[in-house]
């Protein structure tokens, strides 16, 4: 192919600004894929099973979403108008961007965090507020309550938060809350499953709380995309009218409904994840390898200098780690996603030989 020709049209501002897209990555079927957070084994074989029983006019209507909502809402004990589907925890994150920030607009986060808060924001022309985890991987819940004081549009919280993998206790999301009134406080539930901390009951109490959860974790829907966001209903009322008519496929509805009825799949899988952690944080203590406790399915290492090596000797070996030396300005900081307890004792095999 030739050269790109110099657009002539122009492009909006904010994108202008913003940096080369670097696309996502490709060709990690068949890996260890240690690198997404993904579920490492597949979706429950009911999931499957549900899809091959999708008919030739299931596929060619739009796709339907009262009853998968009522469903859904139903599995995570909320009502139908508290729920919106959406493509994705990130098309849901995106939405708030749509409905709630205007350009210039602030928006708070505590860094390292999920990059796409930020994606968002640039895309969106919105002013950010960064704040910084300690050295010890801390929430600065103190410095985000004064931030509040400037009412920022939106705080986004991940909890556990990616990549450090830490919480924020339920004690200070109260008091985050009650100091946020105007702020729309997205607490992303994305590794529930993992972590058993959670704020979804708050969404009558506090009309200001948004919460995400996804199917591409735990439930191994990654490549079906399929995120929901609950919320008090007034602000799901205004998500849904920004919202496009057909965000999801009626093939993520099928899926889903399917793993909310195979609930044991998903307990299963998270009990071999939480034993796979603790082997392998035995595992880098017996290396005096540094890593930070974690209530997610990774794990933030500290490999320091022998990083890159580490990692390139691992995907030679078709073991895929996720570098995050850009959260931290230095090298060394690797999330692993953790797998099966075989996964990681292929995995540790292969650090061991590595160190
Ligand atoms: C904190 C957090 N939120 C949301 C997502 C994206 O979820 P989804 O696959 O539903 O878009 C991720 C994925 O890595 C994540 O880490």
């Not at 050269?3 to 890996?31: C, D, F, N, Q, S």
């Not at 490999?303 to 990692?311: E, M």
């Amino acid at each position: 192919m030739r050269g790109a020709a110099k657009l002539a049209v122009p492009v909006r501002r904010t994108l202008e600004r913003m940096g080369a897209y670097h696309g996502t990555i490709e060709g990690r079927a068949g890996k260890l894929r240690l690198d997404f957070n993904e579920n490492t084994v597949g979706c429950s074989p009911a999931v499957r099973a549900a899809l091959a029983r999708m008919t030739r006019q299931d596929v060619a209507m739009y796709p339907e979403y009262q009853a998968a909502t009522r469903r859904l809402a139903q599995f995570f004990g909320v009502r139908p108008a508290e729920l919106l589907l959406t493509n994705g925890v990130d098309e849901g994150l995106r939405l708030v961007f749509d409905a709630f920030v205007d350009p210039g607009s602030r928006v708070l986060l505590a860094e390292p965090t999920f990059v796409m808060y930020r994606f968002y924001a640039a895309l969106a022309g919105a002013k950010v507020t960064a704040l910084r985890y300690d050295g010890a991987m801390r929430f600065p819940v103190e410095k985000v309550l004064d931030a509040l004081g400037r009412r920022p549009r939106v705080l986004f919280i991940a909890n556990p938060n990616n990549p450090t993998g830490t919480l924020v206790g339920k004690s200070a999301l109260g008091r985050i809350l009650k100091a946020a009134p105007r702020t729309l406080v997205v607490v992303d539930e994305a590794y529930f499953e993992f972590s058993g901390l959670t704020v979804l009951p708050w969404i009558r109490r506090h009309a200001n709380l948004v919460v995400t959860r996804t199917f591409s974790k735990a439930a191994g829907l990654a490549g079906l995309r399929l995120g929901c966001v609950i919320a008090h209903r007034a602000v799901i009322d205004v998500l849904r009218k920004a919202c496009s008519p057909f965000p999801v496929n009626t093939a993520a509805l099928v899926a889903a409904e399917a793993a909310t009825r195979d609930v044991r799949y998903i307990r299963n899988y998270v009990r071999e994840i939480r034993d796979g952690r603790r082997e392998l944080e035995q595992a880098l203590m017996r290396l005096a390898i540094p890593f930070f406790p974690s209530a997610a399915n990774f794990l933030l290492v500290d490999f320091g200098s022998h990083a890159p090596r580490l990692l390139a000797n691992l995907a030679r070996q078709g073991i895929l780690l996720r570098d995050r030396r850009s959260d931290f300005n230095r090298v060394g900081y690797v999330r692993i996603t953790l797998g099966t307890r075989a996964q990681t004792r292929r995995l540790i095999g292969a650090i061991e030989k590595s160190w």
